[in-house]
């Protein structure tokens, strides 16, 4: 199979190239006309050919609470959005991904309800250090914590004492501590006013719970040497310590979502729900100054912290912002969420690729054949429209539930068609692929 065009992101440049697909791999990336007469070939005309994205945060809950969302549901999104590989979160599911038989549940679950490569994180929560060399040599590479409680008893918060026993583990190892950084003490300071007020759930998470949590997990991290990532920047305040500690030579890389990068808290209504999340939306200048780190560099990735719930779980009769659950579903629209707010702002093409292709696969380990699209890379890849918009409907999302605060507004990029690993898994509005993994 062929797959060509005249905006094909391949090798690094952007322009006319044929890619060719051979067992799920791609075999030459050649000149736009280099074909031969038996091949297979997909024109992509004017379109934009891109790796496919690769997405390092995503909960998709299953198994345990598979009523919030499974591996079905999730991949067809990811697929229908251009992602082609997620990350699974350690937490929402039942068992928590914390020890070597939790991570053998997780992939049984997984197996036959997946349309995408899909990988796991394992989890850092108190007394499972002996767990992290295992959960390792079963494959995995990234390991997340908290520093405040997750919102669910199966994955309790870590100290500063849980972390110096189980981040010289993690060194040993050459893996990645993936650190939901706030710090509890800010917050429950915080909790008063009415619970219907965005503006009382914003002060309840402070950005100073952000910064002291980061300031916390780089000090560690220059103590102990371990790789550090923090997940969900929400805070412009937090970016000048993650420069510094670059400086300095401590590894660490960072990311923001999409929701950050796309609302601001002076826009959220009161009583809507559907925008919590944590930590949570911020001010415009905030917003701004995110945007200003993506494009520098200063921020490494985007990735979407999916995390959807039951509808009922969001509250929204009541608005009741302290009690509802938070998370944002935004596995879908993460595409055209980032472009439509990036174009806008100096967002290239190639750069939205660094930020949603070759960071992520670096940050999982598999940038050796993911994230590019290149000679003996995995043959993932989407063609999509950079101009067409996008209307969201939440009723036609393909996650699991009906709820986002995405819903109703008009974006910028439509994805049109999904390769993973040279399958057809998304074309023209639906799913074309059968469970395959």
């Not at 583990?169 to 917050?187: C, K, S």
């Not at 290149?374 to 009723?395: E, H, S, Y």
């Amino acid at each position: 199979m062929i797959i060509r065009g005249t905006r094909v992101l391949a090798n690094g440049r952007l322009g006319p190239s044929a890619i060719h697909v051979l067992y799920g791999v791609i075999s030459a990336v050649t000149e736009f006309g280099e074909t031969r007469g038996d091949d297979d070939i997909i024109e992509a005309g004017d379109d934009v050919v891109m790796p496919g994205l690769v997405d390092t945060h995503v909960h998709v809950n299953e198994p345990g609470r598979t009523e919030w969302e499974g591996f079905t549901s999730a991949t067809h999104a990811a697929a229908a959005g251009g992602i082609t590989t997620i990350y699974d979160m350690p937490l929402n599911s039942i068992p928590a991904t914390t020890s070597v038989r939790a991570l053998a549940a997780k992939r049984d679950a997984a197996a036959g309800n997946c349309i995408i490569d899909v990988g796991f994180i394992g989890g850092v929560v108190p007394g499972n250090a002996n767990e992290l060399e295992g959960l390792h040599a079963q494959g995995i590479r990234l390991f997340k914590c908290f520093l405040v409680p997750s919102g669910v008893e199966e994955f309790p918060a870590v100290t500063e004492t849980d972390l110096r026993i189980a981040m010289p583990v993690l060194r040993r190892l050459d893996a990645t501590l993936m650190v939901h950084a706030e710090l509890p003490g800010h917050i429950n300071a915080a909790l008063h006013g009415d619970p219907r007020r965005y503006r009382t759930y914003l002060a309840s998470r402070p950005a100073s719970a952000e910064t002291e949590a980061i300031a916390l997990i780089i000090r560690l991290a220059a103590e102990l040497g371990t790789r550090v990532h923090i997940v969900h920047v929400s805070s412009a305040a937090s970016l000048p310590q993650i420069r510094e500690a670059r400086q300095r030579g401590i590894r660490i890389t960072c990311e923001t979502c999409p929701h950050y990068l796309t609302f601001a808290a002076e826009e959220i209504p009161d009583g809507a729900t559907q925008f919590k999340c944590a930590p949570p939306i911020r001010s415009r200048a905030d917003r701004e100054l995110l945007w200003d780190a993506v494009l520098t560099g200063d921020i490494d990735m985007i990735a979407s912290d999916h995390s959807p719930c039951p509808p009922g779980m969001k509250l929204r009769e009541t608005g009741d912002f302290l009690h509802a659950w938070g998370g944002i579903a935004s596995l879908q629209v993460s595409l055209p969420s980032v472009w439509h707010e990036g174009r806008k702002r100096g967002l290239t093409v190639d750069r939205l690729a660094r930020l949603m292709c070759e960071a992520p696969a670096q940050l999982a380990g598999v940038s050796e054949r993911k994230g590019r699209l290149a000679q003996g890379f995995d043959a993932d890849l989407f063609i999509w429209q950079p101009d067409a918009p996008v209307a969201v409907n939440a009723a036609t999302l393909y996650h699991r539930h009906a709820v986002s605060p995405y819903d109703g507004l008009t974006l910028t990029g439509s994805v049109t068609a999904t390769f993973a690993r040279g399958n057809a898994v998304f074309h023209d509005g639906r799913i074309t692929a059968s469970i395959r993994a």
